[in-house]
């Protein structure tokens, strides 16, 4: 079964500063990988997926399938990235497209 | 925001009743999920339906039902089967078929056992 691992529950860094929240996965296929964040009192939204090879909000992320990571990574962290950041994965191929989370790093951003 | 709404925001049982929360969506998407987020646990997969009139459990499902008569809709029943229901649900949906599709999240409901 595929699983997703977030080694931190929480994380800070001071504004300024570079960021990385890790992400760990396995599954025995070619997933598709993203990374959800949940803002203070905000709906839970999509910040970026591996396949768009997207920058989001100066947030990148590259799929190591070696290493079998996706690590988020920021240069620069800001305070309004505090935020809940889950990374989670879909299963490749047929009809299934449901996602499996991590249990999500917890980020705080001081000024 | 928009496009999925959940409600109640709130909700409040007594053990042993059964609750349903209602999640709609006018986004025209064929998926729809339902998950479960507790502290510490991030989001659990309940139940999914990936068209009208089909729905497939997911990894949590015991304790839970569900039905899915029209598109648009997706209600989840909490019953008194589910030994620990006191948590935040999210409802989701997206178009299905398309690899890297994104979810779309509902505001949630917290329910609470009393």
């Known amino acids: 079964a595929q699983r997703v691992t977030q080694p931190e529950k929480l994380l800070s860094v001071f504004k300024g500063a570079p960021v990385e929240l890790k992400c760990n996965y396995s599954?025995?296929?070619?997933?598709?990988l993203f990374w959800y964040v949940q803002y203070s009192r905000q709906r839970l939204q999509l910040l970026l997926r591996?396949?768009s090879r997207e920058s989001i909000k100066g947030f990148t992320a590259d799929l190591n399938k070696g290493e079998t990571s996706f690590h988020l990574k920021k240069p620069f962290a800001q305070e309004e990235d505090s935020a809940m950041y889950y990374c989670a994965l879909q299963m490749s191929g047929g009809s299934n497209y449901k996602l499996t989370f991590g249990k999500g790093t917890l980020l705080t951003v001081n000024p | 925001d928009g496009g999925i709404t959940q409600s109640p925001k709130y909700l409040f049982r007594k053990e042993g009743q059964n609750v349903t929360l209602s999640c709609e969506q006018n986004l025209n998407h064929d998926a729809m999920y339902w998950y479960r987020q507790d502290p510490g646990q991030g989001l659990r997969l309940i139940y999914y339906s990936q068209i009208v009139n089909d729905f497939q459990k997911g990894d949590i499902a015991e304790g839970y039902s569900v039905s899915r008569e029209k598109k648009e809709s997706f209600p989840l029943t909490v019953t008194s089967a589910q030994k620990n229901p006191t948590a935040f649900y999210l409802c989701?949906?997206?178009?299905?078929?398309?690899?890297?599709?994104?979810?779309?999240f509902g505001p949630g409901t917290r329910l609470t056992v009393l």
């Open positions: 989701a949906s997206s178009i299905v078929a398309v690899p890297g599709n994104e979810q779309f």
């Open positions: 591996h396949i």
């Open positions: 599954y025995s296929g070619s997933p598709e």
